[in-house]
């Protein structure tokens, strides 16, 4: 829906992270992981690394060439080009209930990811907003730091709580807050380098 709002390419991954997260760099053990909220995965336990190998190749390899390939072509068109990585969390984790709808993560090194994280505290409160929260990034994170850093691209790494997304409505009113919000945030940002416009 988000995409659609925004005109804007939408590269999907339909794999749940407990076949493999591709949001993790593929050599580290926890990119397949044997035990999640205190839930042990027996399909995970014990693999060889060919069967990791297979799931990196069938799953992750895939999914962040789609994402080169987009990134390059835009580049060769020259286009200007700001990756955001979207993901979900769920509402309690290891028995802490979660208060944020939304988390902006970063590494201190995103002027959009601060605009975005600026309006969306403003429109919801603090409270409700996680500045690196319920994750932050580190060195954990894969998709930005692969993608982004060595293109000198700007990114937004946002999380939603699962809660709000379970039905389509739901979606719809997050893809809409959304649609209007990251292009003023972009706007923000231009506004900002450019000086007041007269």
């Known amino acids: 829906m988000l995409c659609e709002l925004l005109e804007a390419t939408f ?34 336990t014990g693999l060889t690394p060919a ?37 979900s969390f769920t509402p309690q984790m290891n028995a802490f209930d979660r208060p944020w709808r939304f988390g902006v993560l970063h590494a201190e090194d995103s002027a959009y990811s601060r605009a975005v994280l600026t309006r969306l505290q403003a429109d919801l409160g603090p409270d409700f907003v996680g500045d690196n929260q319920p994750y932050r990034m580190d060195e954990v994170d894969f998709t930005i730091p692969h ?10 790494e946002l999380e939603t709580r699962q809660d709000l997304i379970a039905d389509e409505s739901g979606q719809r009113e ?25």
């Open 174 to 198: 997050v893809a809409e807050r959304l649609a209007k919000l990251l292009p003023e945030a972009l706007a923000d940002l231009r506004s900002r380098r450019n000086g007041p416009i007269r």
């Open 51 to 87: 069967e990791r190998q297979a799931r990196f190749e069938a799953v992750s390899a895939p999914y962040h060439a789609a994402i080169a390939a987009e990134l390059d072509a835009r580049a060769a068109r020259g286009q200007p080009t700001t990756l955001i990585s979207l993901h």
């Open 11 to 44: 590269i999907r991954q339909r794999f749940s992270r407990l076949v493999i997260d591709c949001n993790r760099d593929p050599a580290r053990p926890d990119a397949i992981p044997e035990v999640s909220d205190g839930a042990h995965i027996p399909a995970n």
């Open 147 to 156: 993608h982004c850093r060595p293109r000198g691209l700007d990114y937004l």
